[in-house]
Structures are given as C-alpha cells and as structure tokens.
T-cell receptor
Framework: AQSVTQPDIHITVSEGASLELRCNYSYGATPYLFWYVQSPGQGLQLLLK??????LVQGIKGFEAEFKRSQSSFNLRKPSVHWSDAAEYFC????????????FGQGTELSVKP | ETGVTQSPTHLIKTRGQQVTLRCSSQ?????VSWYQQALGQGPQFIFQYYREEENGRGNFPPRFSGLQFPNYSSELNVNALELDDSALYLC????????????FGQGTRLTVV
C-alpha cells in the first residue's frame, strides 16, 4: 500500500541552526512529492515540489529538499532556521491513478528556541 | 493567499445533524479535493471532483458526499454527524493533468458535540 512516513513527530532546533526533516515514501513508482507547512489552525502552504528531473529542489522561505530514489526519501532542509519557521510540516505524495489524491505523512512539529 | 476560500471557518454541530461545507476554487482550477484532518494527524483524502463528477474516493462512508458546480466550486455534505467527525476540513483546488499542484484553503473547523 502506498504510504508516507515522517519518523519524527516533534523536533526542536535553536534559531540559526540547520534543519532536516525526514520523509520516506512507499510506492510502486516514483510519485510526485511535496512538502507543505501548516501554522496552527490554518490551511496548508506549499513549500516545494518534486515531479522529475533535478533531485535537489528549491522552495520558498529558503527551504530545499532532496529526492533520493535509492532510499525512497524526500528530506526537507534549511541551513538556518528562523523563529517564524515554527509550524507543522507535512510531506505528501501524489497518487495519480487514484484521482490524484495526496497521501500525507503524520507531520513533524517544529519548535524553534531562541 | 492561494485564492481557495472555504466557508464557514468554524462550525459547531450536534451529533446526528447534517452539515454542508463550501469551497470556492482558485481561478482557472477545474478540480476540487476534500480532506479531513483530525487533531494531530495528517490530512486524509475524502474525495475529488472533476467536471462535476466524483473522480476518486478515500476510505470514508457514504454519509460523506459532495457536489461540484459548473463554476468549479464545491460542497462537502456530511449526514448523521458523529463525534469522530470533529476535524479540520480542507479543500484543495488544482488543474486536472500531470505536473499539477494542489492549493489549499484555510479550512473549516467542525466540532461535533
């Protein structure tokens, strides 16, 4: 069955430190992959996406993600975290042969300490 | 801002009642998907509408139903509400086809008491 796994439920980093949020997917083919961010009580904002081509993709707010087929991973990174980055982050895979539904991971809550 | 708007933003209903949630898709988008996000969970796909027809459904019972209108806006209807239906309901609009991304609205927070 298709699935997306985010192993870390909660991560705390210091402001200015680097960040890596993990995401693994299980799918028969290479899916389209996304990272979304959600502030409390809000909808989802797209940070970046991977469809094909260059495996390192750049997104908004200084985020990037690297697709690694051999590891079935799509980890999100940021070199220097800002306090405003505190939020919930979701990795998602697009399953196109099922009406284009998105399968989401459980999310990783990011806290930023001063 | 994505251009996807949902109404209402918050709603409280009693168990057994029916509820209708509304979504206006982003201009130029012809596909609407609905997701349920329980507290502390990732969003779960309910169904998708394209050309006014259901085009894929997740593992939700028939009391969850929907509509899409000619202007591509959409409604999510839930009958016989249960306490477990309490969640944030998210609408996402997109353009049917490859290499497309979904844009989400702010959601409707439904509380069933």
């Amino acid at each position: 069955a298709q699935s997306v796994t985010q192993p870390d439920i909660h991560i705390t980093v210091s402001e200015g430190a680097s960040l890596e949020l993990r995401c693994n997917y299980s799918y028969g083919a290479t899916p389209y992959l996304f990272w979304y961010v959600q502030s409390p009580g809000q909808g989802l904002q797209l940070l970046l996406k991977y469809f094909s081509g260059d495996t390192l993709v750049q997104g908004i707010k200084g985020f990037e993600a690297e697709f690694k087929r051999s590891q079935s991973s799509f980890n999100l990174r940021k070199p220097s975290v800002h306090w405003s980055d505190a939020a919930e982050y979701f990795c998602a895979a697009l399953i196109y042969n099922q009406g284009g539904k998105l399968i989401f991971g459980q999310g990783t809550e990011l806290s930023v300490k001063p | 801002e994505t251009g996807v708007t949902q109404s209402p933003t918050h709603l409280i209903k009693t168990r057994g009642q029916q509820v209708t949630l509304r979504c206006s898709s982003q201009s130029g988008h012809n596909t609407v998907s609905w997701y349920q996000q329980a507290l502390g969970q990732g969003p779960q796909f309910i169904f998708q509408y394209y050309r006014e027809e259901e085009n894929g459904r997740g593992n939700f019972p028939p009391r969850f139903s929907g509509l899409q209108f000619p202007n591509y806006s959409s409604e999510l209807n839930v009958n016989a509400l249960e306490l477990d239906d309490s969640a944030l309901y998210l609408c996402a609009s997109s353009v049917k086809g490859l290499n497309t991304e979904a844009f989400f609205g702010q959601g409707t927070r439904l509380t069933v008491v």
